[in-house]
């Protein structure tokens, strides 16, 4: 048997949403630390050692990336925060999905307008024409996962799961 490893990466594409995040934050930090330097002199210094913290450890958090990897038949999902940590959000074998479909598939509607227990958006923040959805049980719950797979993972996972698998027309 052939091994078959494949990565790819997409990037989360809410620039708007990350502009206001960040924003949102800075204009947050300024008004405490308005209020602490007119209310609380003494600890003022905490106040801005405090601030300088939890800037720090949200600002990079706010840039999403997701990695897929394809090895041999096992779906890994990552999102990667700010360019350097690393989170995993799905492991499983192909063979557990119930269905992978086109997200704008007229076939399979039904099972992709459904309510499950869990939904994982590792796309691109939008569906659009490249976004599929797939259909999975870990365990005992049921997984909704909305993913944009590259060429190379489409043409493995057709191979792989065929009957499970509906490709872009």
């Given amino acids: 048997m052939e091994n078959t490893f494949i990565e790819h ?9 990350r502009i206001i995040k960040k924003v949102g934050i800075i204009v947050g930090l300024l008004v405490i630390n308005v209020l602490a330097l007119n209310f609380l002199t003494m600890f003022y210094s905490i106040v801005i050692g405090a601030s300088a913290i939890f800037l720090f450890l949200f600002w990079r958090r706010i840039g999403q990336e997701f990695e897929y990897i394809y090895t041999d038949g096992l779906i890994d999902i990552d999102v990667i925060y700010g360019q350097s940590s690393r989170k995993r959000l799905l492991s499983v074998d192909a063979k557990n999905f119930l ?9 399979h509607q039904r099972e992709i307008e459904a309510k499950y227990d869990k939904t994982i958006d590792a796309g691109s923040g939008k569906i659009n024409e490249k976004s599929y959805v797939g259909i999975v049980k870990v365990e005992d719950k049921t997984i909704k996962l909305i993913f944009e797979p ?13 009957r499970k698998f509906e490709a872009r027309v």
């Avoid at 269905?99 to 076939?107: E, G, L, M, R």
């Avoid at 190379?152 to 996972?157: G, K, M, P, Q």
Wanted: charged share 35%; proline share 6%.
């Fill in 150 to 162: 590259n060429d190379r993972i489409i043409t493995a996972l057709k191979r792989y799961i065929p």
């Fill in 9 to 17: 990466m997409v990037r989360r594409d809410d620039k708007q949403s």
């Fill in 99 to 107: 269905v992978i479909a086109p997200a704008d598939s007229k076939t």
